[in-house]
């Protein structure tokens, strides 16, 4: 008997409480950023013959005469000074840079230093392939906010030529009936530069900060340490209570194109940001949560430490993450391959709300949501035991086929905005009434709590 299309997606009832917006985010390859080009991008990094390539670009262009370094900068100008800000001190900055591979030579002229420092870098397009992976907080400013409303932040995981991720932003509104906007992209777009540049050794803290004249989409953190260098990834941002003061942080995925390591990102601004290594036998795999507050005076995250099961972990001072208590295992079809967060957990008086996501059958990738005691995180007192969100059929094909995912959701009133991944290629977004998707969720047994503790491995 022939199947129809789609005829099990059909099947399968989404949740009726889910309003899908129709609002989108899609990669633009028109968008791009100037970054270090040449034999060897990094200067420390070049070996004797890389050097010599560089002194022999260097060599060229000190062999034009002056009218012919003037008509070719101009004409490097003519085609590239409208897609970026500032790039004539770009232009200079990458030759400074570069000094220390350059052998002995004559005074540069400004227009030869220009010049030099545009052959050492190249365009590139960083959301080409996928903008995806959302998260949503606060925006820091409320002016402008309508009535009964919210300005909001969107982090996007962007990704281009390579596969290589960086993080980048998006602004918007959320009115009073729950409907969004989200502000309209620019068309330029800025690496972060080092606010400190002495301090770039793996695994010491960084500090980047972007001008304060462009808007927030053109703000791009792209991998910085050698833990960074293929990707930073899947950023969970949360507003943070932070003794009365608001700290926005968020841990994400190092990838250097081999292994990879949890980091934190923190900002109060959206200008400047630090990012941290986490160190511990908790912060060695990917999707760490944190609360938007400490729990008993200590930090809490919800963590997947063996691919598969969810544990709760603290730390008594944010950068150090040992132990924790597993919580929560699959325990339905959707969920069989594995669990892991789906941001961090949202406040409630019911208790936290946590977004999951599950693996299920031909790795279909869907998300569902836990209710966990706000006093005892560890203690889980609801689940969906249907997802909440599956790719609708619309949504199934993309660079990686049948996922539907999200970084962090925000509340908002008695609704939960959830922006989310359709398979990891572009965002969309949907709003939940609270109630009902408390409603929907379904209480768990002691027994259920006690298997899990028995069966989930230390």
Partial sequence: MAIRPNSIEAALPLA??????????????????????????????????????????VARVMGLGQAAAASQLAEVLENFNGRHRNLLERFEARADEMEEVFTAHGEFTSTQRQLIGSYFLHEYSFEAAALFNPSIVSHPDQ??????????????????EGHISSLTFRSGTIAADGSLSVDPTSRLATIATFRNRMVRLDGDDVEVVFASDGDISERVIFPITASQSNGIEDARFVEFDEDGRTVFRATYTAYDGRGIRSELIETTDFLSFRMSPLRGSAAVNKGMALFPRRIDGRYAMIARQDNENLYLVYSDDLMNWDGGVAILRPQYPWEFIQIGTCGSPIELDEGWLLFTHGVGPVRRYAIGAVLLDKRDPSKVLARSREPLVRPAPSEREGYVPNVVYTCGAMRHRDQIVLPYAVSDTYCNFATIRIEALLQALSPITADETHDLRQDAPP
């Fill in 16 to 57: 009726s409480f889910l309003n899908r917006q129709a609002l989108h985010l899609h990669p633009d390859p028109a968008r791009v950023v100037v970054r270090r080009f040449g034999p060897s991008p990094d200067p420390r990094d070049m070996n004797p013959r890389d050097k010599l390539r560089a002194n022999h670009i």
């Fill in 143 to 160: 002016s402008g906010a309508p009535p009964g409303g919210r300005r909001f932040i969107l982090s996007v995981r962007a990704v281009g």
